[in-house]
């Protein structure tokens, strides 16, 4: 079992940043996939960016945002430059083997 906790949510200003953070937890010996994932109100779920085997990232987001992998139990988005259309309920996602595995989320909230 893999447990993911997501944290650094919260509301802020168009043009601020937040870095959000995904605690990992559980059988991580084997994963092959990290990423971040959000879902606007009244929106699919879409992917921020991801890392496996290379990085890539959803074109609204390139140049502003940044996935790192900080350490085997972390992984965090750095997002600058933030505007409303950001704002969305953010996942952390994990995949081994063939199974996804995704925390419940952290609110960010882009608003003048």
């Known amino acids: 079992q893999v447990q993911l906790v997501e944290s650094g949510g919260g509301l802020v200003q168009p043009g601020e940043s937040l870095r959000l953070s995904c605690a990992i937890s559980?059988?991580?010996?084997?994963?092959?996939?990290v990423g971040w994932y959000r879902q606007a109100p009244g929106k699919q779920r879409e992917l921020v960016a991801i890392?496996?085997?290379?990085t890539n990232y959803a074109d609204s987001v390139k140049g502003r945002f940044t996935i790192s992998r900080d350490n085997a139990q972390t992984v965090s988005l750095q997002m600058n430059t933030l505007k409303p259309e950001d704002t969305a309920v953010y996942y952390c996602?994990?995949?081994?083997?063939?199974?996804?595995?995704w925390g419940k989320g952290t609110l960010v909230t882009v608003s003048s």
């Open positions: 996602n994990v995949g081994i083997g063939n199974r996804p595995y």
């Open positions: 559980g059988s991580i010996f084997s994963i092959n996939s």
């Open positions: 890392i496996s085997g290379g």
